[in-house]
């Protein structure tokens, strides 16, 4: 799964890197090295405009934890932060917006925490990075889905909440000691399709499904202060030495 993710880059910088259109500098959110479920994150996503003749690639502010539309209320949100790769395209909560909202989440790495042996009914735990070995940015597929909340005016500024998952899948070898689950990440070639929103075909949208090759990604042990959302700091991705690593439980 994929509980935490540290996100510093600038809009700019994002917007240069996935060949962004269109984006609102007011929706700018400063960098975090903890971000948390409801938080707002950035994702990179296509919409056709109305009358428009091709998708417009956008920047946008969502809010992490999706509701799906049918939601009486938001509340499911901080259970619905990650989407199963092998279900997705079935699931009551995500196969709509499976099949046309899908988004690109860009982090620099995610948080994974590894059970260690000891420590009765509450064992320690080591928390990792996970980012990419070249230090580039790490693209994880996502949906989206709009939210009406009735409790406002149409017109009203609160009047729709967005809201995103991220999809994850297998380990791959090198990572599955620590959690048998990991983010999907995308390589470049395949950002242009998993962001069309005219590709809508379930077979073709699984065949995206696919993890690039192993050995792209670095996971380096961290301080457990990465626990506790309080904390935010680039301190939280700094590596730790072999005499740092946790023995005990935080």
């Known amino acids: 799964m994929c509980g935490r993710f540290a996100s510093t880059r600038r809009p700019e910088d994002l917007a240069e890197i996935f060949g962004v259109e269109l984006w609102d500098p007011t929706e700018t959110l400063a960098p975090s090295w903890n971000v948390a479920p ?9 919409r056709l405009p109305a009358g428009g003749p091709r998708p417009v690639r956008q920047l946008r ?18 259970k619905m932060i990650n989407a199963r790769a ?35 009914s509450r064992p320690p735990k080591q928390p990792y990075f996970v980012s990419r070995a070249d230090g580039g940015v790490l693209a994880l ?17 609160d009047a729709w909440l967005v809201t ?3 999809v994850t899948t297998a380990a791959e070898e090198s990572l599955a000691p620590i959690h048998e689950r990991m983010p999907l990440f995308l390589d470049r070639t395949a950002y242009d ?46 590596p730790l030495g072999p005499d740092e690593l946790v023995t005990t439980l935080f």
């Open 86 to 120: 092998e279900t997705v395209h079935e699931k009551p909560s995500y196969r709509q917006a499976f099949a046309a909202r899908r988004c690109i989440l860009p982090v620099d790495g995610y948080y994974e925490w590894q059970t260690l042996p000891g420590g009765g």
């Open 141 to 157: 597929a996502g949906l989206y889905e709009f939210w009406r909340d009735r409790a406002h005016p149409a017109g009203h500024p």
């Open 193 to 238: 399709d998993w962001l069309d929103p005219r590709l809508t075909d379930p077979e073709e949208l699984r065949a995206l499904l696919v993890p690039p090759a192993a050995g792209a990604l670095r996971a380096e042990p961290v301080a457990a202060a990465v626990g506790s959302i309080r904390n935010n700091g680039p301190e939280l991705t700094r």
């Open 61 to 78: 502010a969502l809010r992490w934890g999706l509701v799906p539309a049918w939601s009486k209320s938001p509340e499911a949100a901080v």
């Open 164 to 166: 995103c998952s991220i």
């Open 38 to 46: 409801t938080c707002p994150v950035l994702a990179v996503l296509e």
